[in-house]
Nanobody, 121 residues
C-alpha cells in the first residue's frame, strides 16, 4: 500500500508564507508526477501545481510567481512553498502522486488526506 502524508498547513496572515510537505511511503517502484490540489468550501478541487519526475513544473495562473513546487526524489517528498498568501488561497490542500507499485503493473493515482491552509487577519 502507498500512503501520502501531508504536513505544514495552518493559519497565516495575508502576505505571509507557509511550506507544505507531502511524503510518499509504502511499496513504490517508481514515482512519477507529484502535485498539489486545493478545494475551498463550495468550490471544486483545482490544480495548484505539479512537478514531473525530471523537475518540470506547471502552475495555476492564480499562484504563479507566489508558489514554488519542488521535490526530493531520494525522500519521495514533494514541497509547496507558498509566499504572499491571500485570503483566497484558503482551502484544503491535497497532495497527489502518480505511482507505479510493481515493475510490470500500470501506475495509479494516489491522494493524501489534505491539510488546511487558512489565510486570515
Amino acid at each position: 500500500q502507498v500512503q501520502l502524508v501531508e504536513s505544514g498547513g495552518g493559519l497565516v496572515q495575508p502576505g505571509g508564507s507557509l511550506r507544505l510537505s507531502c511524503a510518499a511511503s509504502g511499496i513504490i517502484w517508481r514515482l512519477y508526477t507529484m502535485g498539489w490540489y486545493r478545494q475551498a468550501p463550495g468550490k471544486q478541487r483545482e490544480l495548484v501545481a505539479v512537478i514531473g519526475s525530471g523537475g518540470s513544473t506547471n502552475y495555476a495562473d492564480s499562484v504563479k510567481g507566489r508558489f514554488t513546487i519542488s521535490r526530493d526524489n531520494a525522500k519521495n517528498t514533494v514541497y509547496l512553498q507558498m509566499n504572499s498568501l491571500k485570503p483566497e488561497d484558503t482551502a484544503v490542500y491535497v497532495c497527489n502522486a502518480f505511482i507505479r507499485t510493481v515493475v510490470d503493473g500500470p501506475p495509479s493515482d494516489y491522494w493524501g488526506q489534505g491539510t488546511q491552509v487558512t489565510v486570515s487577519s
